[in-house]
């Protein structure tokens, strides 16, 4: 099936856990992206990859890490986690680098209660 | 950086028309998105603006204008289906984008 899967589609996390949120795309997108969706703020961007190799910080980036050694996997990581990373999290995927409507196509999300 | 503003709720009668308005500041604009979110689901791309104007896509329709960094999204004949919250987003030159808050749309019949 075509599109993005995220794993796990929910967790509870103890304080001070490492976690790491996995990602994939069967679209062969260049660009992936890592969104946490809190009540209120709407979707902020945490990590991006605009290719396979490279990645680059958002608005959040804090407490958060990311690799991106393929085109299809995309993994956001938890050093050490803290209940102000209850979230929803969203991981996204698009074509990029044209001047045209490329959107974003956004996986199911995973939801994260930290305690 | 971006800063968007969209309001946080509105509620309308089904078969009725609702106007969705967002205002932003940007440093670098390429480009404007609507997108739906269902409660629990993932947001869905609903339009694209990147020129001044409307486009029109079935019972949706976008508008831009770039210098007053104001868009709209018209939502007609509303159906219980509609009842989302719809995410105004604007995209850099880097193509990230920076979402507003989202507005809650409730449908009653």
């Known amino acids: 099936i075509a599109g993005i899967t995220q794993a796990p589609t929910s967790q509870i996390l103890a304080a001070g856990r490492r976690m790491t949120l996995r990602c994939t795309q069967d679209?062969?997108?260049?660009?992936m992206y890592w969104y946490r969706q809190d009540l209120g703020l709407g979707l902020r961007l945490i990590h991006y990859?605009?290719?396979?190799?490279?990645?680059g910080k958002g608005e959040v980036p804090d407490g958060y890490s990311v690799s991106r050694a393929n085109t299809d996997d995309f993994p956001l990581t938890l050093a050490s986690a803290v209940p102000s990373q209850t979230s929803v999290y969203f991981c996204?995927?698009?074509?990029?680098?044209?001047?045209?409507?490329?959107?974003?196509?956004f996986g199911p999300g995973t939801r994260l209660l930290v305690l | 950086g971006q800063n968007i503003d969209q309001p946080t709720e509105m509620t309308a009668t089904e078969g009725a028309i609702v106007q969705i308005n967002c205002t932003y500041q940007?440093?670098?604009?390429?480009?404007l998105f609507w997108y739906q979110q269902h409660a629990g689901e993932a947001p869905t791309f609903l339009s694209y603006?990147?020129?001044?104007g409307l486009e029109e896509k079935g019972r949706f329709s976008s508008f831009l204008s770039r210098s007053k960094g104001y868009s709209y999204l018209l939502l007609k004949e509303l159906q219980m289906k509609d009842s989302a919250s719809y995410l105004c987003?604007?995209?850099?030159?880097?193509?990230?984008?920076?979402f507003g808050a989202g507005t809650t749309v409730t449908v009653r019949a």
């Open positions: 996204a995927s698009s074509e990029t680098g044209t001047a045209g409507a490329e959107t974003q196509y």
């Open positions: 679209m062969r997108h260049n660009a």
């Open positions: 990859s605009n290719t396979a190799g490279t990645t």
């Open positions: 940007t440093s670098g604009f390429n480009g």
């Open positions: 603006n990147v020129l001044d």
């Open positions: 987003a604007v995209r850099d030159r880097d193509y990230k984008l920076s």
